[in-house]
Antibody
Framework: QVQLQESGPGLVKPSETLSLTCTVS??????????WTWIRQPPGKGLEYIGY???????HYNPSLKSRVTISEDTSKNQFSLKLTAVTAADTAVYYC?????????????WGQGTLVTVSS | EAVLTQSPATLSLSPGERATLSCRAS??????LAWYQHIPGQAPRLLIF???KRATGIPARFSGSGSGTDFTLTISSLEPEDFAVYYC???????FGQGTKLEIK
C-alpha cells in the first residue's frame, strides 16, 4: 500500500520560500510512469493543481505559479519536494502531495493527509 | 487550456436519492477527466478516471459518463457518507473544476 506524508514548516514569512517534502512509502519515486504531484487548497476554496515531477526528471507546472515553483525528486530518500518562492498571504493553504497513477491516466490515486502552511509575519 | 465549470455549486438531497453532478469543459478534453470526493479534514479520494472508469474500491453506486466537453458524475442512491465536495479534474493540463458541495437536505 502506497503512503505519502507531507512535512515542512507550518508558518512562512511573506516574501520567503515555502519548502515542503513528501516522503513516499510502499512505492518508489524512481518507478516509471508515475506523476509525483503537489495540490493545494486555500481556506474556503477549491483544489488547485501546482505541478508534478515525472520519473524521467521532467516537470509540469500550473502556468499561474510556474515562475515561482520548483518540484524535484530525491530518489536516495524516496522523497519529492516543493519549493515556492516569494510567498504572499494568498499562498496560505493546505498542501497535499499525491501520486498520479500510470493505470489511472495520471489521476491521483494516492494522497497525503495534507499539511497547512500559513504565510504571515 | 480547458477551463472546467461544475454545476450546481451546491446540491441538497436526502439519503437514498439520486445525485447528478455536471462538469463542463471550455474545450474538448476527450475522456481525460477524473472525479474526486473530498470530505473536509481528509485527503481527497479518486472516484472515477478516464471519464467512466471506477477507481479501485469505489462502490458501484458511483458512475461517470461523458466525453469531449460534457461530463456527469452520478450517485445512484445516496448514502450518509457520500455528502461531501466533489471535484472534476481534466488530465491534459491537470486543472480542477471549482467543486460541487453535496449537502444533506
Amino acid at each position: 500500500q502506497v503512503q505519502l506524508q507531507e512535512s515542512g514548516p507550518g508558518l512562512v514569512k511573506p516574501s520567503e520560500t515555502l519548502s515542503l517534502t513528501c516522503t513516499v512509502s510502499g512505492g518508489s519515486v524512481s518507478s516509471g510512469g508515475y506523476y509525483w504531484t503537489w495540490i493545494r487548497q486555500p481556506p474556503g476554496k477549491g483544489l488547485e493543481y501546482i505541478g508534478y515531477t515525472y520519473y524521467s526528471g521532467s516537470t509540469h507546472y500550473n502556468p499561474s505559479l510556474k515562475s515561482r515553483v520548483t518540484i524535484s525528486e530525491d530518489t536516495s530518500k524516496n522523497q519529492f519536494s516543493l519549493k515556492l518562492t516569494a510567498v504572499t498571504a494568498a499562498d496560505t493553504a493546505v498542501y497535499y502531495c499525491g501520486r498520479g497513477g500510470s493505470s489511472t491516466w495520471g489521476a491521483i490515486d494516492y494522497w497525503g493527509q495534507g499539511t497547512l502552511v500559513t504565510v504571515s509575519s | 487550456e480547458a477551463v472546467l465549470t461544475q454545476s450546481p455549486a451546491t446540491l441538497s438531497l436526502s439519503p437514498g436519492e439520486r445525485a447528478t453532478l455536471s462538469c463542463r469543459a471550455s474545450q474538448s478534453v476527450s475522456s481525460y477527466l477524473a472525479w474526486y470526493q473530498h470530505i473536509p479534514g481528509q485527503a481527497p479520494r479518486l472516484l472515477i478516471f478516464d471519464a467512466s472508469k471506477r477507481a479501485t474500491g469505489i462502490p458501484a453506486r458511483f458512475s461517470g459518463s461523458g466525453s469531449g466537453t460534457d461530463f456527469t458524475l452520478t450517485i445512484s442512491s445516496l448514502e450518509p457518507e457520500d455528502f461531501a465536495v466533489y471535484y472534476c479534474q481534466q488530465l491534459a493540463t491537470w486543472t480542477f473544476g471549482q467543486g460541487t458541495k453535496l449537502e444533506i437536505k
